[in-house]
Structure formats: C-alpha cells, structure tokens
C-alpha cells in the first residue's frame, strides 16, 4: 500500500473516519470513565466502531487513543499502563482497517503547558515518545497529533515520531475565529504560522481539525493552502457548532448538510477529508459518497 502523501500525490482525495471520544459518550460510556482503557477492558466495542467506520468508506480510520499518554492516563491511576492501553488501540484499528487501508494514530494534547513551567521539553517529548511508540508496535502505519494549540507541544510530538518510528506524521490544529474575523489557536497560533513552522521541521500532513463546522473550516484550510502550496492538508471538522439542547450537547449538521459543502472544502486545498466530535459513520458515508460516488 502507498504512503498517504503517495496516494495524495496521484491526485486522489481521501476520506478519513468520524468522531471516536462523542460517539461513545453518547452511548455506554459512563461519567469519569477513561476512553483509553476501553481498548483493554471493552475490546469488542473499540473494534465495532472500527468497523463501522470500515463500512462507511474510510480509507483512513484513527484509533482510540487521544488521551493515551502518560500524563492523561495518571488522572485515572493508569500512568504504568500506556503501553499496553496505546498498542491495543492501534491493533483494534489494524485489524478492522486490513491491508487496504491506513491505520493513523490519534495522539492529542497532554494537558500541560510549557508556558506555565508545569512540565519540562524533555518530560513531554518523552511521553510523547512512549505512546508513539507502542501505537507503532500495535500497527499503526501513520500518526495524527491532532487538536494542538501550542506549536512547541506540537513539534516534540512530532519529533519524537520521527526520531522514533518511520511512520507518517500528520499534525492538525484547532483554530476559532477572533472578533476582528482571523483564525488562531488558543495560544495565539495562525493556520499560516502552523503550516510554515511545521513544514521546516518535515511533518508529512498539516490541516485542521475540532473547533469549527465544515462552513467555517473552509476558510482555515484556504488560509493553509496559500501559505503551503504543495502540502497534504487534512480537514476533520465537527458535525457543526455544538448546541445545548434539553441540557444534551447536541451536533446540528447532518450528514447531508456536511456532505453537501464538501466540494468547497477540497476546493480550498482539502486532499484528505474526515470529521471529528459529533461525526458518525452516517457523516462519513455521506462524504465518501460525495468525493467517490459507489
């Protein structure tokens, strides 16, 4: 199987899965439950919703691990357990993805700030390091550290992919639009600054993902192809803005609604087009059939 940037390359867009975290807390996850764990304890839903993603078209699918480094997994008493917990997420996802399909690792934000002086460089990138490790023994094929908001967070992360594995390194960013109508991170990062820092430092694949419905994600991923012309770019937006509906959070876009902007989307620069929080296998489905019509 070619390397994503390959396939990328040859002119194909590419559909990555929905969301993982929204899809089991709105069924058996219970309240204060660690995510993570279910690749142990719960194997057999981690591998259904693999496979339903499977079904739906992807050809990239995640894996259950976004809060899978140590210093996520301590809030729950399971620091000693990030490898088994991350290897078993990347097998699930193997499994289900076989040989025709990527396997991209989910690496998210580890909760400390280096601003703030509550971890070291060296603390982070060595977590960071543990858990891309074992994702890479399970079988993951690619990473994605996803999510991000501090460009120094995200550069230890992929560097400890690439001084560690040979795997493909993707990195996505969460921006918001400012009063004055600019895209930023949460630390002040612009999809111009991510793209044109990252790239030096040789990650594979940029993009966005979380914070935005496909609407406004547009505008990011057009600020990101003009800063980085011949880059692959993945988008995950959200299944639109969240609501509070009946005190439930509620993800308003449908299918449909995703699925109809999608061509808006690869237009401004989109090569690889997934969701994330509120997406299901219907979003993806229905963006698959959009790109590539069965």
């Known amino acids: 199987m070619k390397r994503i940037v390959e396939q990328v390359k ?6 990555s899965d ?12 219970q309240p204060g439950e660690c995510i993570e764990l279910w690749n142990l304890d719960h194997r057999d839903v981690i591998a259904d919703i693999a496979r339903r993603y499977v079904e739906s078209g992807a050809d990239i699918l995640k894996t259950n691990s976004f809060g899978g ?25 193997r499994k289900a993805a076989g040989p025709n399909r990527h396997v991209m690792a989910s690496v998210g934000p580890t909760g400390k700030m280096l601003l703030m002086k ?3 460089e060296k603390d982070l990138y060595e977590a960071f390091r543990e858990q891309i490790v074992a994702l890479d023994r ?12 501090d460009l120094d967070e995200a550069r230890l992360a992929i560097q400890a ?22 895209y930023r991170t949460m630390m002040g990062v612009t999809p111009t600054q991510m793209a044109e820092t990252l790239l030096k430092i040789g990650v594979d694949i940029i993009g966005c993902n979380c914070g935005n419905g496909i609407n406004e994600m547009i505008h990011i991923v057009r600020e990101i192809r003009k800063a980085a012309p011949s880059a692959t770019i993945l988008a995950q937006p959200n299944a639109g803005v969240p609501e509070m509906r009946d005190w439930e959070t509620v993800y308003p876009d449908s299918p449909l609604e995703m699925a109809t902007q999608v061509p808006d989307l690869i237009e401004a620069g989109a090569n690889i087009v997934g969701g994330c929080c509120g997406t299901t296998p219907n979003h993806i489905r229905a963006i698959r059939e959009m790109i590539r019509p069965a």
């Open 10 to 15: 040859t002119g194909a867009v590419l559909v």
């Open 18 to 29: 929905g969301g993982w975290g929204t899809f089991l807390q709105q069924g058996v996850l």
């Open 69 to 93: 480094t140590r210093f996520k997994l301590e809030l729950y008493g399971l620091a000693d357990r990030v490898a088994p917990i991350n290897e078993a997420a990347a097998e699930i996802s």
């Open 118 to 120: 509550d971890v070291t």
């Open 138 to 149: 399970g079988g993951a094929d690619a990473v994605t550290v996803e999510t991000m908001s």
């Open 161 to 182: 992919a690439k001084d560690h594995t040979r795997l493909e390194v993707a990195c996505t960013m969460t921006f918001q639009r400012t009063a004055k109508g600019q």
